[in-house]
């Protein structure tokens, strides 16, 4: 039996789908940041609300709280809807 086909759902729909939802974003540097999806560009530059941005240094993780930010597209690695990075 064949398997059942994924549906159909370019990138930007997915992301348009997120705003107002909280997301966690990996950028390529050593930064990660959840925050909840305000909106974004089709350059996925995106705004985020209630921001923690977690740096990840030779001493440790250091976290940052922002109320609001703009993250330039180019630098975000991957995204994943209401995920959350891992416990220290």
Same mark, same amino acid.
């Given at each position: 039996? =064949?398997? =059942? =086909?994924?549906? $159909?759902?370019? !990138?930007l729909e997915l992301v348009d789908r997120c705003i107002g939802s909280r997301i966690w974003v990996v950028m390529k540097s050593e930064k990660e940041f959840t925050g909840t999806l305000l909106g974004f560009d089709d350059y996925v530059n995106m705004v985020l609300e209630d921001v923690t941005e977690y740096e990840y240094t030779l001493q440790g993780r250091r976290e940052t709280k922002l109320d609001q930010m703009l993250l330039n597209g180019n $630098?975000?690695?991957?995204?994943? !809807?209401?995920? =959350? !990075?891992?416990?220290e």
């Open positions: 039996m =064949a398997a =059942a =086909a994924a549906p $159909n759902l370019l !990138p $630098n975000i690695c991957m995204f994943v !809807p209401g995920g =959350a !990075p891992p416990a």
